[in-house]
Each structure stands twice: as structure tokens, then as C-alpha cells.
């Protein structure tokens, strides 16, 4: 016998209208506003005339965009690798600090989350700024070391924008980490301690598979805001890629393109086009963790 369909509940409805509202004015309208500039020729203001593809075609051959493309990724795999593990270290590291001292410990971790990308980059250009930084004043020059320009050597400079993410986000991280541990129930530590299991053990085989819905939903956040950098790179390159492109990723050439070069249709064009992939390495990321999941309950 069939079941009788469920009454649809005015006020849930209702509650929810003003967010549905928001999100196709505020996204969806401009989304579609944006896929259609990317089909019109790159006047934003006079008039256009409609090109069809023609942006997309031009993409294909256009190397710098590509050389971008390559920049954004392995920048934020280099985000991703080195929050990760350091922020759980902390997260480990602060559930054995004395509760009376956790909790301006924890106020301190989050003040660079805080703090604004664009106040945090000029703090970051007054510690990585060549011979005249502080990193090289206090580490590499009192020990007979090698400057380093961390901005413009094209072989530091993906790596430099790394350390600001770095800086910015491990302490949000290592508190995400942390309610991650305290989730995990005492029981299953006690059940693998009485078989004999060592502290390395613990933490592979405990720790990590019970983590791994919140390392994913991390690392796709991580991700994300990686894609997404732009202050950052702004003040510390001067608006362009820097030495050689090293540091010119997808966010800094659609700005270039758009507001220096004034082509607003091939900087719509290079926003399309680097979604699908970032929305297949997000499907990735968070299919790793599905098939883990899976392959542990089975286990």
C-alpha cells in the first residue's frame, strides 16, 4: 500500500524563504550575470557584442593563464600539506596544557583568523621583505646565513605565500582539531591500550580514522580559501605574479585581465572555466573521505 504523501508545513517554508531569496539574488542572479559577460565581447561599458565561445578559445592557448592555473594548485596543495599536520601537532600539544591555560592559549591561536588578510600581509611583508626583514635579521643574518628575498626569488615565492596562509590559519585549524579530539570517545583509547597498543598505534589507528570526517571538511576549506587568495598576494607581489610569474595565481591574472587590461569578458571566461576543476579536486577531496569511512566500517 502506498504511503500517503506528507503535508508540506507552512512555517518551515517560511523560515527558510528569506535565505532561498538571498541566495538567488545575491548568487544566482550574479552568476548568471557573469556567464553571460563571459560570452560578450570585453567592453564592460558602451556597447558589447556577443562572441559566443570565443574567450574560451582564446584560453586554450593562452599560457599564462594555464602557468596561473598550475601556480593555484600546487599553492594550495602546499596550504594544505603544511596546515594539516601542524595544526594537529597543536591541537594535540594544547590538550595537555593545564586547563586554567588553554583557554588564553586558544584566544591567542585565533587572534590571525581574525585579523584581517590585508593588516596580516603587510605584517607578513615587514618579517619576509628581503636583506630588511625580520626573518633574515634575527635567523639568517646574526648566523653567517644567506639572505633570502622571500618575495621576489621566483624559487621562495610560492612557497612565501604558503607560510602566510600558514600563519593565518593554523591556530582556526588547531582549535577545529582540538573538538575534534575531544569528541572522540575515552572508551575506544581504554579498549586499544588493554590490547597492548603503543602511542603510535593509538594515533594511526584510533586517532586518524575517527578524525577524517574533520580533517576532510579542513582540507576543503583550506582549499577553498587557498583558490580564493587575493589580498595577500596583492600587497605582497604589487598586483602582478611577481619575478618570472612565480607567484601569479588564477584570482591575480582575473583581476589583471579585468581591471588593468580592462578585458572583463576573458575574466569571466577564466572564472568558468577553472570551476569544473575546482569543483572535481573538492569532489575528490571529499570522496577520500567517504571511501575511508567506508573501508574503516567495513574493517
Not at 584566544?107 to 588578510?117: I, N, Q, R, V, Y
Amino acid at each position: 500500500m502506498p504511503r500517503p504523501l506528507r503535508k508540506i508545513r507552512p512555517l518551515p517554508v517560511f523560515l527558510l524563504a528569506p535565505f532561498f531569496t538571498a541566495l538567488f539574488i545575491f548568487w544566482l542572479v550574479p552568476l548568471a550575470g557573469g556567464f553571460g559577460l563571459s560570452l560578450e565581447s570585453d567592453d564592460l561599458f558602451g556597447e558589447t557584442s556577443f562572441v559566443g565561445s570565443l574567450h574560451y578559445q582564446d584560453l586554450l592557448h593562452d599560457q599564462r593563464f594555464w602557468h596561473a592555473m598550475r601556480n593555484t594548485f600546487v599553492y594550495c596543495g602546499l596550504v594544505v600539506l603544511l596546515v594539516l599536520p601542524f595544526a594537529l601537532l597543536l591541537a594535540h600539544l594544547l590538550r595537555r596544557v593545564h586547563p586554567r591555560f588553554r583557554s588564553p592559549m586558544q584566544f591567542c591561536l585565533l587572534l590571525p583568523g581574525l585579523t584581517p588578510p590585508l593588516v596580516l600581509a603587510i605584517l607578513y611583508l615587514m618579517v619576509f621583505n628581503g636583506p630588511h626583514g625580520l626573518l633574515n635579521k634575527t635567523f639568517l643574518i646574526p648566523f653567517g646565513l644567506p639572505n633570502v628575498d622571500w618575495i621576489r626569488d621566483p624559487r621562495f615565492i610560492k612557497f612565501s605565500l604558503a607560510l602566510l596562509a600558514v600563519w593565518r590559519w593554523t591556530g582556526f585549524i588547531t582549535l577545529i582539531f582540538l573538538s575534534g579530539l575531544e569528541g572522540i570517545p575515552g572508551s575506544y583509547y581504554d579498549s586499544a591500550r588493554s590490547e597492548g597498543a603503543s602511542a603510535w598505534q593509538l594515533f594511526r589507528h584510533v586517532t586518524l580514522p575517527l578524525l577524517r570526517p574533520v580533517t576532510v571538511f579542513i582540507a576543503a576549506f583550506l582549499f577553498l580559501d587557498a583558490f580564493a587568495l587575493f589580498e595577500g598576494a596583492y600587497v605582497l607581489l604589487g598586483g602582478s605574479g611577481g619575478t618570472l610569474d612565480a607567484g601569479l595565481l588564477l584570482v591575480s591574472y582575473s583581476y589583471l585581465t579585468a581591471f588593468t587590461l580592462g578585458n572583463f569578458g576573458s575574466a569571466a571566461a577564466m572564472a568558468f572555466t577553472s570551476l569544473p576543476m575546482l569543483m572535481l579536486t573538492l569532489w575528490f577531496i571529499l570522496a577520500q573521505g567517504r571511501f575511508k569511512r567506508r573501508h574503516v566500517a567495513i574493517s
